[in-house]
């Protein structure tokens, strides 16, 4: 069976201090890949999705970058925080091809100081 | 205004009650999700639909494509049913992009 890890679960971090969250997901190969975001008291907005390793789509613009090392890792970045990056942050993946069912890791609180 | 509007906002209920969650949205779509997020953040999907009708449980979710409509039920409702319930859908353009109504709050007291 498929399964996602996100971590960490949760992070503190100084403004202008750098981030990396990772993604990865098992029991799937070519998987589209994605980082939504949940701001407090907004729903969840798409920021990036990735149908292959390199391949990067961007939704909105902002402060952060996604990259795909490898098949199955995707992974969120920023060189230097705001204080509005702070929020909930969830990687999902859903199989190749439009129109599949997302699936959801656990997400990573983030606080920014 | 939202593409995916959702009503309530919050619900609250008594246990063992019919709950019905409304979400119409306002693009065309291939899919529509719906999305349980409970307290601690993470979200379980319920169901996928493109037409019709489907339940898990005591779950049922249905979808009017022409109205452009869809409806979460939970029959029997429970405390452990109190979350987070998100609509969202697939479409506008886009074959991989979710947008995400702002999601219902129910809490089921006992």
């Known amino acids: 069976s498929q399964t996602i890890h996100q971590w960490p679960a949760t992070l503190v971090q100084p403004v202008g201090s750098p981030l990396s969250l990772e993604c990865t997901v098992e029991g799937t190969s070519n998987p589209n890949l994605y980082w939504y975001r949940q701001a407090a008291g907004r729903g969840l907005q798409l920021l990036f999705y990735?149908?292959?390793?390199?391949?990067i789509s961007s939704e909105v613009p902002q402060n952060l970058s996604a990259s795909r090392p490898q098949d199955r890792q995707f992974i969120l970045s920023s060189k230097k925080l705001l204080l509005s990056d702070s929020g909930f942050y969830l990687c999902?993946?859903?199989?190749?091809?439009?129109?599949?069912?997302?699936?959801f890791g656990d997400g990573t609180r983030l606080s920014i100081l | 205004k939202n593409e995916v509007e959702q009503s309530p906002q919050n619900l609250t209920a008594q246990e063992g009650e019919f709950i019905t969650i409304n979400c119409s949205y306002s693009v065309g779509i291939s899919a529509l999700h719906w999305l349980q997020q409970h307290p601690g953040g993470g979200i379980v999907s319920l169901f996928m639909l493109s037409s019709g009708k489907k339940k898990h449980g005591r779950l049922i979710a249905t979808i009017n494509i022409q109205e452009k409509h869809s409806s979460l039920h939970i029959t029997a409702s429970h405390p452990r049913d109190s979350a987070v319930y998100i609509c969202?859908?697939?479409?506008?353009?886009?074959?991989?992009?979710?947008?995400f109504g702002k999601g219902t709050l129910l809490t089921v007291n006992p």
């Open positions: 990735s149908v292959g390793i390199g391949q």
């Open positions: 999902a993946w859903s199989r190749a091809g439009a129109g599949q069912p997302q699936h």
């Open positions: 969202a859908v697939i479409g506008g353009g886009s074959n991989y992009k979710l947008t």
